[in-house]
Nanobody, 127 residues
Framework: QVQLVESGGGLVQPGESLTLSCSGS????????IAWFRQAPGKEREKVAC????????YYADSVKGRFTVSRDTVKNTLNLEMNNVKFEDAGVYYC????????????????????WGQGTQVTVSS
């Protein structure tokens, strides 16, 4: 059973940077889609970034493209989300999720397609 644990959330000012980490265990193969979702108060959970471990490709929602970068640390077995030039609208609870089908990183796949979830980490954006 895959277990995911997020860390790194906190308070950040607009324009600053923050890096989230997702530590995973229990993977049964080298081929997974590992995604970052976020949920703002009163809004649906949305996929903001995804990393396909098979070929190392990434997906980014338009709202974060050019500002967020997802990367894998194979030594620490973590998936990191580097958030640069943070905006007020980036605030929310960030969740790490995985599925053993790398194609789920594609834009059309969302919350219902991922079967393992972390508990989330809060990102607050305030000046």
């Amino acid at each position: 059973q895959v277990q995911l644990v997020e860390s790194g959330g906190g308070l950040v000012q607009p324009g600053e940077s923050l890096t989230l980490s997702c530590s995973g265990s229990g993977f049964r193969s080298d081929y997974y889609a590992i995604a970052w979702f976020r949920q703002a108060p009163g809004k649906e959970r949305e996929k903001v970034a995804c990393f396909s471990t098979g070929d190392g490709t990434g997906y980014y929602a338009d709202s974060v493209k050019g500002r967020f970068t997802v990367s894998r640390d194979t030594v620490k077995n973590t998936l990191n989300l580097e958030m640069n030039n943070v905006k007020f609208e980036d605030a929310g609870v960030y969740y790490c999720a995985s599925n053993p089908r790398p194609r789920l990183c594609r834009a059309r796949y969302g919350t219902l397609d991922f079967d393992s979830w972390g508990q989330g980490t809060q990102v607050t954006v305030s000046s």
